[in-house]
């Protein structure tokens, strides 16, 4: 069965740097477009990134643009998400997702999930 195993989460101070890491296994990866999530508490999830199945195209959400770099290794069947300059508000649930078909900025359009990987961005 398909797993995706975040990973690299943790506590850190503002202006502070995190990598996240998401390992597939159970999927041809590099036929899938990959996206990252957060959820912060009481709030929707939200995408902040996707990356086409070869890594040509990118997309992020207007909080994170500039600061976050999505990335992947198909050889590693890895999927990553730089962090600089992190925010309080950046603090979240971080989840990494396969969707059915192309980027969707819905939860509806993805078919698999990470459990996520907490985030804390202290002042």
């Known amino acids: 069965q398909v797993q995706l195993v975040e990973s690299g989460g943790g506590s850190v101070q503002a202006g502070g740097s995190l990598r996240l890491s998401c390992t597939a296994s159970g999927l041809t990866f590099d036929d899938y477009a990959m996206a990252w999530f957060r959820q912060a508490p009481g709030k929707e999830r939200e995408r902040i990134s996707c990356?086409?199945?070869?890594?040509?195209?990118?997309r992020y959400a207007d909080s994170v643009k500039g600061r976050f770099t999505i990335s992947r290794d198909n050889a590693k069947n890895t999927l990553y998400v730089q962090m600089n300059s992190l925010k309080p508000e950046d603090t979240a649930m971080y989840y990494c997702?396969?969707?059915?078909?192309?980027?969707?900025?819905?939860?509806?359009?993805?078919?698999?999930w990470g459990q996520g990987t907490q985030v804390t961005v202290s002042s």
């Open positions: 997702a396969v969707p059915y078909d192309y980027c969707s900025g819905s939860t509806l359009g993805y078919k698999y």
């Open positions: 990356i086409s199945a070869r890594g040509g195209y990118t």
